[in-house]
């Protein structure tokens, strides 16, 4: 971490749950590096609307995630739900949308994030991107909720989900190579938007996601 902030690195997202299920055993070490080496952190879950065998619930898996993201000293880190295509789907016998329906996702969705703001004081990150958004979830009311968009593109600006005036941060690539993370082309790459607020520093420009 201190090799990626030398280089440039100035924020980053690290998988620490999945679902109810699954603990990534260097989140901790790896959030608490990140931060000591200056750079802001956010912690995050990939969402399993549909439980992957364990709770289904929004408010389980966002209570699962605040109970490894906390630091020693208790303080927690800007929170974000990664909410995408099911990586499962020809597996768990569902589809894209974890066999919901798009008034169900948007439910769901709602509930984590209110779970997130109860426990934190603050809304979490929805990353997402356009085409899984448009295709599974029918609410357009998260506007509130600062965007984290994936789009692979050579646009000068990614697609927007409905709801969204505007995005607070851009993956906008996930091949990558970081100073201090020994996979090289594999490293997701992200910026912010200099034009609008987000919960980061405002100076920050590029991140690496370790997932």
């Known amino acids: 971490w201190a090799q990626a902030a030398a280089g440039g690195i100035q924020f980053t997202a690290i998988k620490v749950t999945e679902g109810a299920y699954y603990v990534n055993p260097y989140a901790g070490a790896d959030l608490a590096a990140a931060k000591a080496a200056g750079l802001a952190t956010t912690a995050y879950a990939f969402a399993i609307p549909n439980g992957g065998g364990k709770s289904a619930s929004p ?22 739900l990664d909410i995408e295509y099911d990586p499962y789907d020809g597996t768990d016998g569902t589809n894209q949308c ?59 600006a990614p697609g927007i989900p409905a709801g969204w005036a505007t995005w607070n941060l851009w993956q906008y690539t996930s091949t990558g190579t970081v100073a ?24 920050n420009q590029q991140a690496a996601e370790q997932t």
């Open 180 to 203: 201090g993370i020994a996979d090289a082309g594999s490293t997701d790459l992200d910026q912010l938007n200099p034009a609008a607020l987000t919960i980061l520093n405002p100076g």
């Open 98 to 156: 974890y066999g919901l329906s798009k008034s169900a996702m948007g439910t769901w969705i709602s509930a984590f994030g209110t779970e997130i703001l109860a426990k934190t004081g603050r809304l979490p990150v929805i990353y997402s991107t356009n085409g899984w958004w448009a295709a599974c979830v029918a609410s357009t009311t998260f506007s509130q909720y600062p965007l984290w968009v994936a789009d692979y593109t050579t646009a000068a």
């Open 59 to 80: 408010v389980a898996q966002a209570d699962y995630l605040l109970a490894h993201a906390a630091g020693p000293d208790g303080a927690v880190p800007s929170i974000m």
